[in-house]
């Protein structure tokens, strides 16, 4: 049982996998008896975060040498979704983003879409990939018009969210966007600045036109012709200025990218029947909540787990490993030195490392002062391999 601090009092915190384990199967069962298929994907993942550090898949056998305490450290599941492997995995995907940036300005843009597109991409998720498409080409074409001879060409790395503040479906394009560009010549030029009237309306345009290629249908036809006349000046794109940027941009794009849609802090309370959850509204600093249904919650959370193998985090232009500009891209000097990169990447190799690092203490550390040994490891409480037996005298 885990508690929080709110208000100065102590209360229950309330976990997702709790949620999940009490109500999961009911739910895929009544989803199933109303006609409504569970994408296997989701049903894989959620079994995932269930069965989290459960012992059934397996455990470390740790040993005191000193006092001969026993400690066990159960496996963890590896799954995105999870609350607690999510936070591994996008930590180790801001890093390695990071690592990749040039040491000079970048651009955090956002690429949105009108409320009435978004039905579209959550019945056929294969569309999802035409935001990435559409954004790309939009950057794309808004430095090559600069200099048609050179021909500049950006990097940049696009991510995708599918969910606003309050969980709603909502997918939109994060993009981290380097303001220099090399040219046909080889040439470097600095960017700072962007006509956003025509960034927006060629994004509306590009999306439009993939989006009317796949989906050729009148009633369609007919939505193009009223977002067109409802979104004279393009469908809106936020990109602050350069200053604005800072590593945080890359945490916040990473985090939503690749954990759960709601931290379990956020989780204010749970009755068994429904949830409680806070979030902050877009242009104001109080947070508000929102009671739903166990159902309708969990309904939230699943709708945004992506499809197996689908890549919510894509690079562009000089980033993108098979440019053809790449090689001039791994000349520049990068955003983190070699030397902190090595640094950051032995602390995060591990799990002692990362928990000594992030939390301040060391957790093979024993009462007794002593570091625990491994002695044993356990896959679905079968013994796989015995420390003592290849290390005995």
């Keep these: ?42 049903k894989e993942e959620v079994s995932k975060i269930i069965n989290c550090q459960s012992l059934d898949n397996g455990f470390g056998l ?41 040491s000079c300005p970048h651009r955090h843009v956002v690429f949105t879409i009108p409320e009435e597109l978004r039905p579209y991409f959550a019945r056929d998720r294969t569309l999802l990939n035409l935001l990435f498409a559409a954004a790309a080409d939009t950057i794309t074409y808004c430095f090559a018009r600069r200099n048609k001879a050179e021909a500049y060409t950006p990097g940049f790395i696009s991510a995708l969210h599918t969910f606003g503040r309050d969980l709603k479906w909502n997918p939109h394009i994060h993009m981290i966007l380097c303001t220099e560009a090399v040219g046909n010549s080889g040439r470097w030029k600095s960017f700072g600045h962007i006509n956003y009237e025509g960034l927006r309306r060629s994004w509306q345009f590009c999306l439009l036109k993939m ?43 990473v985090r939503y990218a690749g954990r759960p849609v709601l931290a379990q802090s956020r989780i204010a309370a749970y009755d068994g029947e429904s949830v409680t959850f806070t979030y902050t509204p877009h242009g104001s600093d109080e947070p508000v909540s929102e009671t739903v249904p166990v159902f309708e919650f969990i309904k939230k959370l699943i709708i945004h787990i992506p499809d197996r193998g689908f890549k919510m985090i894509r690079h562009y232009g000089f980033y993108a490993c098979s440019h053809a500009k790449h090689a001039l891209y ?20 591990s799990w002692r490392k990362r928990i000594g690092h992030f939390f301040r203490h060391d957790p093979l550390k024993c009462a007794c002062g002593s570091i625990f040994i491994l002695v044993e490891i356990y896959s679905s409480q079968r013994k796989i391999w015995n420390y003592l037996r290849w290390n005995a005298p």
């Excluded at 989906?215 to 602050?240: C, E, M, R, S, W």
């Design 1 to 42: 049982m885990k508690w929080q601090t709110i208000d100065n009092q102590i209360v229950r915190k309330h976990t997702i996998k709790e949620i999940l384990s009490a109500h999961w199967h009911k739910f895929v069962w009544e989803m199933e008896a109303k006609g409504k298929a569970i994408r296997k994907v989701i």
């Design 62 to 102: 740790y040993e005191c040498p000193t006092c001969r305490q026993i400690k066990i450290v159960p496996f963890t599941c590896k799954s995105r979704f999870c609350n607690t492997c999510g936070a591994k995995y996008s930590k180790d995907r801001a890093l390695a983003m990071s690592a990749k940036l040039l």
């Design 211 to 253: 989006m009317a290629e796949k989906i050729n249908t009148p009633a369609f036809k007919q939505l193009v012709d009223k977002l067109y006349a409802a979104h004279t000046n393009g469908f809106y794109v936020n990109a602050p200025p350069v200053k604005n940027f800072n590593a945080g941009a890359i945490n916040y794009i």
């Design 330 to 349: 791994k000349l520049r000097e990068k955003r983190i030195c070699p030397s902190t990169l090595e640094n950051m990447r032995n602390i995060y190799k």
